[in-house]
């Protein structure tokens, strides 16, 4: 497999000195007042905010933590936009307003007060080849009297691109009508993975998959140990499971409903406090382990709802506790991205208390002779993330909105791909977060055919 180029450009290390004056201007903030933040952005990419922390005026040098405020990866043709010239594009610039106040307070009736706006020049051209390029590394003057030192406030920041390339993969087709996934290069579309979509019927509770082999049943032991068997008639969703396959027809991964999608009672939506779950399983050892789980609600918010999601990694394979990679939400309407990037999150890292269920056991499985082969042993480089303090981009999925045809195109970064099992677990989250569209639509609402148990029997 070859990977296609991407980079990533991070800005970091914020930082905010002013001189202690008598007198405050419209240019200087106190540390004692106030607080700051800024909007970061970059052609054709949505803005970024980012607070702004103070430090003591006579820090000469910044301090050896590095803060990570903002990432924007760029492709091969997002840099090639940014690059091209014309008589009406100038140089590309990345470009920081700066403002007093606090983050949230930018938004609605009171916005922050313009302090300082900071352009960065950013010359991409051959970034792609070279393992770091810094653009910037140190203080720079802002504010009115900028280039009087005595005068003028200092801000701090880091912007540099490095080389970030990624597998891409693509769905043919819904992952719901059991499409065939290619993976692109350039122009280049080769299948790599098939998926199958299953719907067992309700009342089946002995994990029955209608058309797949008995070699891609789920242990019985994992339901218990992170799923649960509520049963609601007409208000529930669940049996669903997605299949990958390799090209010689060997399953390699699969992402399956543990605890069913509910509507609380008195509602037509599945909320935060009772949300469904998936559990995304890897072969290894001769039977199906647990490799990660996806948590999926439907969030109310403003105008539009959303999907909210946690994922989070299982080590080991274990039934205890699991390591939250991700948290975030996904407007209903107009879908977004669903991303694992660490370091920019607050519950990146974390560790969720035990989802274990009563009287579940995390021993026993499929026999070996019923089970699907291979493993790459890692599964997808535990150490890597949870031992090393591993920061970065891991992985991103499209998601569509309701009622749009979704074609989940996914990335993978290369420190996380050793063998194809590794990107067929990436592939099958990203059909368990564009199925969970569909699996949080209010249920007042009708679901489309493919996802009925009643038109697979």
């Known amino acids: 497999m070859d990977p296609c180029p991407f980079i990533r450009l991070t800005i970091g290390n914020l930082a905010l000195k002013s001189p202690q004056a008598a007198k405050t201007s419209s ?63 100038s140089k590309p610039c990345l470009k920081i307003f700066i403002y007093t106040g606090r983050p949230g307070a930018a938004c609605g009736v009171h916005p922050g007060r313009p302090l300082a706006r900071v352009s960065v020049p950013l010359d991409l051209a051959g970034t792609q080849a070279k393992q770091c390029v810094v653009f910037h590394n140190g203080w720079i003057s802002v504010g009115k009297g900028a280039g009087k030192e005595t005068s003028s406030a200092q801000f701090h920041l880091n912007v540099k691109a490095e080389p970030d390339p990624r597998f891409v993969f693509q769905f043919e087709g819904e992952p719901e009508c059991s499409p065939q996934v290619v993976q692109i290069q350039g122009s280049i579309r080769q299948p790599v993975f098939t998926c199958k979509f299953s719907c067992r019927n309700t009342g089946d509770r002995a994990m029955r998959s209608i058309s797949l082999p008995t070699e891609t049943r789920v242990p019985r032991s994992w339901l218990n140990s992170f799923g649960s068997e509520r049963e609601r008639p007409g208000k529930e969703r669940k049996g669903w499971s997605v299949t990958v396959h390799d090209l010689s027809g060997s399953p390699v991964a699969m992402a399956s409903i543990v605890t069913p999608f509910v509507a609380s009672p008195g509602s037509d939506r599945v909320s935060r406090s009772n949300p469904g779950s998936w559990l995304i399983l890897r ?21 539009t709802d959303g999907l909210g999601y946690r994922f989070e990694l299982i080590p080991d394979g274990s039934s205890g506790a699991g390591i939250v990679l991700t948290e975030s939400s996904i407007s209903s309407h107009r879908g977004g991205k669903f991303s694992i990037e ?36 890692d599964y997808g480089g535990y150490g890597l993330w949870l031992g090393s303090g591993y920061k970065g981009f891991v992985m991103s999925a499209s998601v569509e909105g309701e009622g749009k045809c979704s074609k989940p195109c996914v990335e993978v970064s290369v420190q996380h791909v050793s063998c194809m099992e590794d990107a067929a677990a990436y592939v099958a989250l990203s059909a368990a977060i564009d199925l969970s569209m569909d699996a949080c639509r209010l249920f007042n609402q009708r679901m489309r055919k493919e996802l009925c148990s009643e038109s697979l029997g």
Not at 348 to 375: D, F, I, L, Q
């Open 27 to 89: 240019s200087v903030v106190h540390p004692s007042s106030s607080t700051c933040f800024c909007k970061i952005k970059l052609k054709n990419f949505p803005p970024q905010t980012a607070a702004i922390p103070y430090i003591p005026l006579e820090t000469a040098q910044f301090p050896e933590i590095q803060t990570l405020a903002a990432t924007f990866h760029l492709s091969s043709s997002d840099v090639a936009r940014l690059a091209s010239r014309s008589i009406f594009a």
């Open 283 to 303: 072969p290894g050892d001769g039977t199906w382990k647990p490799w990660g789980r996806l948590e999926a609600w439907r969030e109310r918010g403003g105008a």
């Open 342 to 377: 660490l370091g920019s999150s607050p519950t990146a890292g974390s560790v969720s208390r035990s989802r274990r269920r009563s009287g579940g056991s995390s021993s026993g499985g499929t026999s070996p002779a019923s089970s699907p082969r291979g493993g790459s042993g």
